[in-house]
């Protein structure tokens, strides 16, 4: 009888302990919010709402950690949807996979719904090229960099556990996903040159898709024989087969579910005539894309991305007025509380997790590393894809996409998603301090950085416009 009172006891405080949590997180967006409006009504653009979200995380992660004192037989109760990690390593988390499939879905598929195809499609192949080539240099570049400083490390008694090359090219991978929300968010409210914005946001939103896929590649990249982390060709090769069969397996798979939505919602039935209706399996067909492929052993951000870009094209077209709207409302709004909810959490998390890595040589040679990458792609790259335009990328525009390279969302969830080693909690720790620092400081000076630029504002975006000088 005692212990059943106990148990009920615990489970009513753990309860209660998750509402805590979770109001904590309510209450950081709902400040946020408030501080938006506040920004916006006073045209205060040197922060941006991700930016400020990060900030009350911070402050609330300082609350938690200095300020409260948590009792020993309750420090490692965490929300029901967590948690994988050690006892002890998180104060206040959730499960790295609440990120993936819950969070990062309406934030990937928001970003393919809204694309703008016409200005998108007409500069196809340099978004192409910078998504995949570029992601690609970025990696290994990084990933070369961070070998060398880890093994001067090594040298000099700095290291405190393993760190191996594949783990310099998995970091290399999943700080070159860019996420430039921060400048996406004033170039459309300065109305930037479309060619420019196209350019930017095109690469940012298929250069995940390639950054979660190269970094899945890379952890499967297994040689034969005793040394996992030795080189090998044939293991190369396996991991580079499979990075092409996930990728296109995913792309083939979102495409094929925003085609059959668009054919369900038209040809096979009238739910035209029903918006709420039409609506809601739009909505469940989008989302389960995500998680089909996840299912199927593929990346479900791929698929998801490209579901979007497909229903964009064919079934929107399909749907009716009232479910256009809706729509197109429903997967903003999911967007803005999912990335916000994310950035508040990146604050939170500097101070609630306890396993933090800082190391001041990696952190330097990271930062280092992570400017000579974004260098090695847009420099060399916008050099061999002028010999072919038409519209030149002037260096100006280049000189704004490097400085644009933000980290954000995705960067931080393949971070957090395994933080069980050495080497993967001193990439998290320092993962932290990159997207804080270019989401503050480079987010921050994209309004003065145009100006320097001479970047042309208040563009029509029907008109023509070239990428000049």
């Excluded at 896929?213 to 991991?239: C, R, W």
């Excluded at 996930?246 to 579910?257: D, E, P, R």
Aim: neutral net charge; aromatic residues 14%.
């Amino acid at each position: 009888m005692d212990w059943n009172f106990s148990s009920a006891r615990m489970a009513e405080e753990s309860h209660r302990q998750d509402s805590a949590y979770l109001l904590i997180f309510i209450m950081l967006l709902t400040l946020t919010i408030l501080t938006i409006w506040l920004f916006k009504h006073r045209r205060f653009r040197f922060l941006h709402e991700t930016g400020l979200a990060m900030i009350y995380g911070l402050l609330v992660g300082v609350i938690l950690r200095f300020g409260i004192h948590v009792p020993q037989s309750t420090s490692d109760v965490v929300l029901e949807c967590a948690v994988n990690a050690s006892p002890a390593t998180l104060l206040v988390t959730f499960d790295p996979e609440v990120f993936f499939n819950i969070l990062l879905p309406p934030i990937i598929f928001h970003a393919g719904y809204s694309l703008k195809r016409r200005h998108f499609f007409r500069n196809i192949g340099s978004i192409l090229t910078y998504a995949f080539m570029g992601t690609v240099i970025s990696c290994f570049v990084i990933g070369l960099l961070m070998y060398g400083v880890v093994s001067f490390m090594k040298v000099v008694g700095q290291l405190g556990g393993d760190f191996f090359f594949t783990d310099c090219l998995f970091f290399g991978a999943i700080v070159s996903a860019t996420d430039p929300v921060t400048v996406l968010a004033i170039f459309n409210e300065l109305k930037v040159d479309v060619d420019l914005y196209a350019l930017l946001f095109g690469e940012s939103v298929l250069n995940d898709a390639v950054a979660i896929v190269l970094s899945s590649s890379i952890v499967a990249y297994q040689p034969t024989g005793d040394n996992s982390h030795s080189f090998e060709a044939m293991a190369v090769l396996k991991s580079f087969g499979i990075f092409l069969g996930v990728f296109s397996g995913s792309f083939a798979l979102g495409m094929a579910t925003g085609v059959m939505t668009a054919l369900i919602s038209f040809y096979f039935t009238k739910l035209r005539d029903f918006p709420l209706l039409e609506t809601g399996l739009f909505f469940l067909m989008s989302w389960s894309t995500f998680l089909l492929a996840e299912a199927c052993g593929m990346t479900g951000v791929v698929a998801v991305l490209f579901c979007g870009m497909t229903q964009a094209h064919y079934t929107y077209n399909n749907l009716s007025r009232d479910s256009q709207d809706r729509t197109k409302q429903l997967f903003e709004l999911l967007n803005f509380l999912a990335e916000n909810f994310i950035f508040s959490y990146m604050g939170l998390t500097l101070f609630s997790f306890q396993s933090h890595v800082f190391n001041p040589m990696f952190i330097i040679g990271a930062f280092l590393a992570v400017f000579l990458g974004r260098a090695a792609n847009i420099y060399p790259l916008s050099f061999l894809l002028n010999l072919g335009r038409r519209n030149k990328i002037g260096m100006n525009f280049q000189h704004v996409m490097m400085f644009a390279g933000l980290r954000g969302a995705m960067t931080f969830a393949l971070s957090i998603r395994d933080t069980a080693t050495y080497a993967r909690q001193m990439m998290f720790s320092t993962t932290l301090l990159i997207v804080f620092f270019t989401v503050w400081i480079c987010g921050g000076g994209t309004t003065p950085m145009l100006s320097f630029m001479s970047i042309p504002v208040g563009v029509d975006s029907d008109q023509e416009h070239s990428v000049s000088n």
